[in-house]
């Protein structure tokens, strides 16, 4: 894709986070549905889900693709914890797991009230260790990212994980379906998703932003931006507070104030993203069958 047709520019601030003569590159293609990308600066590699193939991927600068898990039980969102650890939400099990340095894997979160989870989608890890994460039902609607069944929350909630007394609170339980979420760089405030309108027309396309009290509750819900095309899926936060969100037609940025930056043009629709490479100011989108990247200004977010 040329440059030319690679950006939207809606705001003048958007040219200072892109690189005009930058290429969007394909890394790998394939995939059925291509999700939940991580970057691990100590291993120079990236991971990823393929959802419906049951397997994560592991991008190497020098090595291309490998299978790191399969089967993956329909692995999805993916994030590191404060020790470096591998998180995930899985729908085959209906839970989120971690993987351990030696490999293991140990169960953080499968039910709530007494009843399962319905299928854990994206997660984040706050500086104070916390678990974040929401749970739509899109693992079980069908047989293709997970496996049929009656959910049996009576919401689709945002939940938090303690990371002292491994206590599930569910912090928000008005959404249709909650999917992406990130913190702002100062966590002072958490941006969540809301993708219903992928199965109902009438229903949210877009990103709500709650004021986060004690690093452990949410107050003043209100609606940040809306995606014009498609719905928001996965999204990140850069060092400047833009959230750039995942959408039909590419990635959208969004200053803090909400405004619609630019675009980022992508030939197939987009369903996460992640700051990587050393200087975290590399994009890695992964796109329905495949794996993008394009350098950008920006630098991805840390946590303090």
Request: net charge negative; glycine share 8%; charged share 25%.
């Amino acid at each position: 894709m040329s440059h030319d047709t690679l950006y939207e520019v809606h705001d003048p601030r958007f040219r200072s986070l892109i690189i005009e003569n930058a290429r969007l590159e394909q890394l790998h293609t394939g995939c059925r549905w291509a999700e939940g990308p991580v970057w691990f600066a100590d291993a120079n590699q990236l991971l990823f889900s393929d959802i419906p193939n049951q397997r994560m991927l592991r991008w190497e600068p020098d090595g291309g693709v490998s299978v790191f898990r399969a089967p993956s039980n329909f692995a999805n969102g993916n994030t590191r914890d404060r020790q470096g650890r591998l998180v995930t939400c899985e729908h085959g099990t209906r839970c989120v797991t971690r993987t351990e340095p030696d490999g293991t894997i140990t169960v953080l979160a499968d039910s709530f009230a007494g009843k399962r989870l319905n299928s854990p989608n994206d997660v984040i890890v706050r500086s104070d260790g916390s678990v974040w994460f929401t749970d739509p039902t899109y693992g079980i609607l069908s047989d293709y990212e997970g496996y049929k069944a009656e959910p049996e929350q009576g919401a689709r909630n945002v939940y938090r994980l303690d990371p002292e007394t491994g206590e599930l609170t569910a912090v928000a339980g008005d959404f249709r379906q909650p999917n992406g979420l990130a913190f702002s760089p100062d966590e002072s405030t958490l941006y969540i998703a809301d993708s219903a309108a992928s199965h109902d027309e009438t229903a949210p396309r877009h990103i709500r932003a709650f004021d986060v009290v004690d690093g452990k509750t949410l107050e003043n819900g209100r609606v940040f931006a809306s995606i014009d095309k498609g719905i928001p899926d996965g999204m990140r936060v850069d060092t400047e507070g833009n959230v750039w969100s995942s959408a039909a037609d590419g990635v959208h940025c969004f200053a803090p104030d909400g405004r619609l930056l630019g675009k980022i043009l992508v030939p197939e629709t987009v369903a996460n993203l992640t700051f990587g490479g050393p200087r975290r100011n590399r994009l890695f989108i992964t796109a329905t069958t495949s794996l993008y990247a394009l350098y950008v200004t920006a630098t991805g977010a840390q946590r303090p």
